[in-house]
Every structure is written in C-alpha cells, then in structure tokens.
C-alpha cells in the first residue's frame, strides 16, 4: 500500500515537473524518429540535422529568457535583432574581413547594432505596457520591409555582396567565398559512428547560455526579474524596473543578433531581406515547448525546447519525404505544431504581458 | 477660451492623426508622381479612380467585419483569417463539383455564400472560446490562431485532399500527378471559372452616376440621423423613401442609356430635396420649440459640404462629359449589397445585442455585475466578425477571378487591420465612418506607393512592394503604439490627481 502511494505520489510530482506539451511534443519527435527508420532514413543523419539546428538556432530561442523574465513577454520583435545582425555580417564582408576575423568582427558589429536599436526598443516597450506581444510583432516585420528597402539602396560596393546586374544585395551572400562557411560548426567537430558533433557550435551556446544565467543571476539580473514577476513592489523598493526593461529588451536583441550569425555561418550562407519575418515564432515557440510561460522562462526551457522543437522540425522533413513523396506536408505540420504550443502558452498565462 | 481652442485642435490632430498621415501620404503620392508613368495625370486619374473602386468594393466586407469585435472590446481580430479560410476551402469545394454541375456564376456565389455560413458560425465559435481563454492578449492570439489554421488548411488541401480523401484526377482543381502516378493536392492557383465577376458584373454603373449616388444616400443619411434626434414621426420615413425612388431613377436611366444630362439632373434633384427635408424638420422643430439650437454644427456643415461637393463634383463631370466619364464603371449590386450590411449593422447596435456590445466593450467587469453574460457575447462577436469574414472573402475573391490556394488567406488579416487603422479606429473605438474613410484612404495608399517609392528610389524592382508592407506593418504598429501610450499617459494623469 504505501509503496503504491509513494509511486503515485512521484508520477504525480513528476507530471507536475515536466510540462503536458513537453511531453507531447516529445513523444512525437521519437514517433517521427522511428517512423524515419522503419522509411529507411538514417538514424544517423536524423540525429546530426537534430545537433545541427540545435546548435544553430538555440541562442535565437535563448533571446526570450531575459525579455520574459523582464515582464515584456517573448520578444516577438526578434526579428529587429536579426537584422542587426544580418547588417553586422554584411559590413564585416564589406570592410574585407574574412574567416575567423569576419566572425569575430560580425559579432562585434551586431552586438553594437543590437544595443542601438535595442535600447530604442526597450523604451517603446515602456511606452505601450500590456500590448507589447502585438505591439513587438508589428514592429519587428515592419523593421525587416524597412531593411528589405535599405537592402536595395544602401551603397555596399563589394562584389560578393552586390547583385551582377541590377541594384542591391543579392537574397543570398554565399559564405564560402570568404572562407567562413561552417567555420564555428567545423572547429573542433569530430564524428561518432557518423554522427556530426559541432562542437565549437555547441560550446558557443552553452557559453552564451551560461553567461545568461550568470547575467540572470547578478544584481541586475535578480532586479530585472524582479521588475517583472511584481513591477508595483519592485517600484516600491526602489528598483528602476523601466530601466531593467529596457537593459533586458538591450540583452534580448544581442542575443538574437549573434543568433542570427551562428545561424548564417552554419548553413552557409546570409539571407537577406524577408528571412528574418516569421523567426520569433520559432524562437517563441521552442522555448515554450521547453516549458517557459509568456511570464517565466529559464535557460533549461530554452536547451530543452530548442532540441526537442528544433529536432523535430529538422527530422518531419526527410521522414515524409520517404513516407509520402511529392507532398508538402512538414511545412504544414511544423506550422500547426510551433502555433499551436505558443497558444497553449498564452492560454494558460495568467493575466496580461506585463501588467 | 484661446487656449481651450488651441487644446481642442490639439486633441483633434493627437487623435486623428494616423488618418491625417496617410491623407498627406496619399495626397503627396498623387501631386508627386507626375502622372504616373506615363506622365499623364488624364491618364493617371482614369486608373486611380478606377482601381480605386475595385478595391473598395473588394475589401469592403472584409473591412467591416473588424467593427463588431472592437466596439465589443476584443480588439482588432487577425483571426479573421480563419473567416477567409472557411470561404476558400467552401469555394474549393464548389469549385471541385462544378466541373460536374455547371452551375450558372450567380448561383455557385450565393450557395458559397450560403455554405461558408454554418462553417464560419463554427470557426468563430471556436475562435470566441479561444478569445475568452485569453483575455486581454486577444490580438497576439488571433494572430498565432490564424497561423495554426493556416496550417491546418495547408494540411488538409495538400495533403488530405488527394490522399486521405479519393479525389477524381482529370478535375482542374486537383494538382498534376507526380512522378509516382498520384494527385494529390489542390492546385496552387484555381480560376474562379463562372464565379469571377458573378456579382461585380450585375449591375455596373457610370463611376460618376455612382459618386451621385452616394451623394444622395449621404444626404438623405444625414437627414434621417439629424431629423431622427428630435422627430419620431412616421413622416422622417419620407426622406429615405424620396433617396430611394431618384437612385432608382438614376438606375434605370442609366440602363436605358440614353441622356446622361437628365441623370445629372436627377442626381441634383435628389440631393437637393434631400436638404429641403433637412431644413423643412428643422425649421418645424424649431418653431416648435423656440430654444431648439443645433448640436454638433461642424460636423452636420462638413457632412452637408462633402455631400453636396460630391454631387456638384459629379454633376459637372456628367454635363461636361469630362475624361472621368471613362473611369471604370462601378459595381452597383456589390455595393447595394454592402449598403445592406451597413444598415443590418447600425440596426444590431441599437438592438439589445448591440447594447451588450457595447457595454462589454466598456467594461468587462461592469457587464457582468449588470447581468450581461459576457464570454456569450464575445462569442457572439467573434462569430459576427467571422462570418463576414467569410463572406467578405467570397466576394474578395469573385472580384480577383482567381484563388490563390495557399496565399490568398493570408494578407487578409494585416490589411483589413490597417485598413481601419488608417481610418480613424483603435483598438477600443470603431464605427461605420472609420471603416469607409480607411476602405478609401488605405487603398489610395496602396495605388499611390509605387509612385512614391519611383520618386524616392527611382526604378528599382520590387522596392515598391517593400515600401508598401513597410506601410502596412507601420501602420498598424504605429496606430496600436499611440493608442497604448495614449491610455497609459491618461491612466497616469489620472493617477496622479
């Protein structure tokens, strides 16, 4: 009898500690997974696209951690940072540096961007409290049509990034032209059993992970927190929580800018103009898979929802491509899932962003 | 009193200011553009007005289904998508069986009219229930909702459509089969076949006889509104009953297509007499009641001005037989059809219904206490916004000629948004004047932009379309962020008393 009580008494804090759409969205990642290999797809591959676009895309879901904890809601307007840092790599190209020192200089650049516009953001945040999900959205795509303009008419003058003929920068700037094509995933990379371990990509992400918990965990960081779990008494305590608003929304669009160049350098190539529209639902929607709310997120939502979330999304692909060739069906079902996991989140979120 | 003059101007620009923004954007493209490519302005104002006109009628009811869920204080709903999607998947439908039926255009439109009600009534439902789960971040949630219908609309016809569901391949709808010998899938673009134009092409009028149209419904609006406030009298019913017998007029001499003159004159007539019953009422009512003074003049002048400028504008181009007389003719049965719904909706905001709205939209909470189940009448206004939705995207579609499966949808939400944006509402105040100043204003805006972006960035390709999204999202982004910051700054005023 009590041996039955305490199991239950675990499953039950056990379902407690793990999120319902964690879960779900789990199960069906390894269903995915194991239909792949009854289809013959190589478990392998499966395994290395899942690594893969878990290293590539795991600091632009991290972006949500401080622009949540800060009160603000998820930073719908990611896409704000990925501009910046798309701009940060185009004039490192620009000013003829190549390899590490391109990265190293498109960082430096993006970051600078980032705080720019980011801080610009911040105070239209403080301006509309309890609209700012809408508000971020509308701002983020109206931020990429604006750039998609700028794109056309701002005077680059190098080759690789022009258009042959015609005016403007081109949809896409190979990377391999300087050298820089997978160089952050390659460092350090070693294969198991065929199976591709980016290594440098991987520690990149945990180091940005890291220092955000470190940054969470500071002064400020505990005051941002704080500004946002109660803003009223942490008024009354003399925090400036308008001020931790806008060094979180600063912190956010960093994080999304060098997201951005990670993301680029491992695919290979930068992708200009509407590229970065429709990225904060993936971001949002992976650290809500990890189970944050639009109120509370840590660094364990974002390294779990972004593997689960980004695994799947990297595996429906080829596997219904061997189940039912010719269909389009992944795109669609990725759609269904990454919306359908942020209306849970909204659903369940109690009261308004940031009020 | 200066200084309450100045505030008061003040005010008015604070809160009109999106709309007075795009009138100068619009009025700017116009005057800078040079006549277009051609550098003809005859030439330019032709096809202003005549694009114009189609895309007013086009969007007209997809704009109008955003009022109800404002004014019931759910903000703007970007899940009126999920209203277009119920139209296209029953337009697909008929679409699949008409290669077997052959139905007449007419009839194909009335019965996707008829069968996207009972499918909208349900996604609106759905959606309302979604809406009372998030209260407070409706807009956001809208948004995501259209997108994970989009998603399942997507699934379905690329995918069920085909291999789920038996489907007869030789049908033109259904995609090409692939390499392996299956169909599956609806094509990426239908053609509307029978159904293009099916209510556009009814009736279409000289676009000038139709500007004197207006002029008298204006008016004859104007008198019923004023003439309602002091006179119940049976007698008010006059007015519409005089409007209706010239437009009628107008109509048929039109249809008889002799004599544009005498048109010119019965559109003078009718506006004319409509101001002599506006002066006969009050003139009565005043010598009725000696302390009876006018409420509102400004407006009431303006609206008499416009009115009547509308109608001597037309008048001159109908005698004159001015270039304008070639601006294409205007779909008279869409707009009848939208006049309808003009009246249906001013009529359910003074039924009890309405009231409801209203009322939740004020406050929630006060609602409640007062008796009003408030999750049911946002449901209700959900479903209201959906089905016209719906029905908007039939007739959005009817006017295009072709379904663009899996796109069609989707700019739905984002500009109908803007559209009654650049009209004038926010998130918490829309009426019927807001709906059609942001049909005209956004959809000059959006004739206009190719010529303001060959101004400022000379023949680029497709920077024209950037500058015009730009708009779009900026306006929307802009209308809601002054919105916000204005409540909040009053809230904080308030505080601080």
Redesign the interface.
Same mark, same amino acid.
């Given at each position: 009898m009590d041996t039955v009580e305490k199991s239950t008494f675990s499953l039950k804090s056990l379902v407690s500690r793990i999120n319902v759409p964690t879960l779900i969205v789990l199960v069906f990642w390894i269903f995915i997974m194991i239909l792949g290999v009854i289809n013959n797809v190589s478990l392998t591959s499966m395994i290395t696209d899942s690594i893969g676009r878990f290293g590539a895309l795991g600091i632009l879901s991290l972006a949500m951690v401080p622009s949540i904890q800060s009160g603000t809601g998820p930073n #719908?307007a990611l896409p704000i940072g990925m501009v910046c840092g798309l701009l940060g790599m185009v004039c490192a190209i620009q000013f003829g540096f190549t390899s590490w020192g391109w990265l190293i200089i498109s960082i430096l650049l993006s970051v600078v961007f980032a705080c720019i516009i980011g801080y610009g953001y911040g105070i239209?945040m403080n301006? +509309?409290?309890?609209?700012e999900?809408?508000?971020a959205?509308?701002?983020g795509?109206?931020f990429v049509?604006?750039f998609?303009?700028l794109w +056309?008419?701002l005077p680059f003058t190098d080759l690789r990034l022009r258009l042959p003929l015609?005016? $403007?920068l081109r949809q896409d700037i190979q990377l391999a032209g300087i050298n820089a094509r997978n160089i952050l995933t390659n460092s350090l990379s070693f294969d198991i059993n065929g199976i591709f371990i980016p290594t440098g990509m991987i520690l990149f992400f945990f180091l940005c992970c890291f220092l955000v918990w470190m940054f969470m965990r500071s002064k400020k960081g505990i005051a941002i927190t704080a500004g946002g779990t109660n803003p009223m008494f942490a008024g009354a305590a003399g925090l400036h929580v308008n001020r931790n608003r806008i060094y979180a929304g600063m912190l956010s669009m960093v994080l999304g800018a060098v997201g951005t160049v990670i993301y680029a350098q491992h695919f290979g190539f930068i992708q200009l103009y509407l590229f970065p529209m429709m990225f904060a #639902?993936i971001a949002v929607a992976a650290v809500m898979i990890g189970g944050a709310t639009v109120r509370r997120a840590n660094i364990t939502h974002v390294i779990v929802g972004v593997l689960i979330f980004q695994g799947l999304s990297a595996n429906m692909a080829p596997v219904a491509n061997a189940m #039912?060739? &010719?269909?389009?069906?992944p795109?669609?079902?990725?759609?269904?899932v990454?919306? &359908?996991i942020?209306?849970y989140a909204?659903?369940h979120?109690k009261? $308004? $962003?940031g009020? | 009193m200066n200084n309450s003059n100045s505030e008061r101007i003040k005010a008015f620009l604070l809160d009109n200011i999106v709309v007075i923004l795009f009138l100068g954007i619009a009025i700017f493209g116009i005057t800078a553009s040079g006549g277009g490519i051609t550098g003809n302005y005859t030439v330019y104002f032709i096809s202003f007005f005549s694009e114009l006109i189609e895309r007013v009628f086009r969007n007209s009811f997809l704009v109008i289904s955003l009022m109800i869920p404002v004014i019931a204080g759910l903000g703007l709903n970007f899940g009126i998508v999920i209203g277009a999607i119920a139209a296209q998947s029953v337009i697909l439908l008929l679409r699949y069986h008409q290669f077997y039926l052959e139905m007449s255009g007419i009839a194909e439109f009335l019965l996707a009219l008829l069968l996207s009600l009972p499918l909208a009534i349900l996604f609106g439902w759905l959606t309302g229930k =979604?809406y009372n789960? *998030?209260?407070?971040?409706e807009?956001?949630?809208g948004?995501?909702?259209s997108?994970?219908a989009?998603? *399942?609309y997507? /699934?379905v016809f /690329?995918?069920i459509v085909g291999?789920v569901i038996e489907v007869d391949k030789l049908n033109p709808i259904i995609a090409p089969a692939?390499?392996?010998g /299956?169909a599956?899938?609806v094509r990426m673009t239908v053609d509307m076949g029978v159904m293009t134009g099916a209510i556009d092409n009814i009736i279409r009028i000289p676009f000038m006889f139709f500007i004197m149209i207006c002029a008298i419904t204006m008016a004859c609006y104007i008198v019923f509104t004023q003439v309602r406030k002091f006179n119940r009298d049976r007698k008010v019913l006059l007015s519409p009953l005089c409007a209706l017998v010239f437009i009628t007029a107008i109509v048929v001499w039109n249809g008889l297509g002799s004599m544009n003159r005498v048109a010119a004159v019965l559109g003078f007539l009718g506006v004319a007499a409509q101001m002599c019953f506006l002066l006969y009422f009050t003139f009565r009512h005043k010598r009725e009641n000696p302390d009876y003074t006018v409420q509102n003049k400004a407006s009431l002048s303006f609206n008499c001005v416009l009115c009547s400028g509308m109608m001597l504008w037309a008048v001159y181009n109908i005698i004159m037989n001015t270039f304008m007389m070639r601006v294409r003719q205007a779909p008279f049965a869409t707009a009848l059809l939208f006049a309808v719904l003009f009246i249906f909706l001013s009529y359910i905001m003074k039924t009890k219904l309405g009231q409801d709205f209203r009322a939740v939209g004020q406050s929630q909470h006060i609602a409640e206490v007062s008796g009003i189940n408030v999750k049911r009448t946002r449901i209700i206004a959900t479903i209201f916004s959906t089905v016209l939705a719906a029905w908007g995207m039939v007739i959005f579609l009817q006017n295009m000629g072709t379904l663009t499966t899996y796109d069609s949808h989707r700019h739905v939400g984002f500009f109908s948004v803007a559209a009654i944006l650049v009209g004038g509402a926010s !998130?918490s105040r829309a009426n019927l004047r807001n709906v059609i100043t942001g049909l005209i204003l956004f959809h000059a805006m959006t004739i206009v932009t190719p010529d303001i972006a060959r101004i400022f960035?000379?023949d !680029?390709?497709? %920077?024209a379309e950037? =500058?015009r999204?730009?708009m779009v999202?900026?306006v929307?982004?802009l209308a /809601?962020?002054l919105y %916000?910051?204005k409540t =909040?700054k009053a809230s904080q005023s308030q505080n601080s008393l």
């Open positions: #719908f239209l301006a +509309v409290k309890g609209s999900m809408t508000i959205t509308y701002t795509w109206a049509w604006l998609s303009m +056309v008419i015609g005016q $403007g #639902f #039912f060739p &010719g269909t389009d069906i795109e669609a079902l990725r759609t269904i990454q919306n &359908g942020i209306l909204l659903m979120a009261g $308004g $962003g009020k | =979604l789960k *998030v209260r407070g971040q807009m956001i949630a948004m995501i909702v997108y994970f989009a998603g *399942v997507n /699934l /690329l995918f291999y692939n390499l392996e /299956l599956v899938g !998130t960035f000379g !680029t390709p497709g %920077v950037y =500058l999204s730009f999202y900026g929307i982004g /809601l962020g %916000v910051w =909040l």
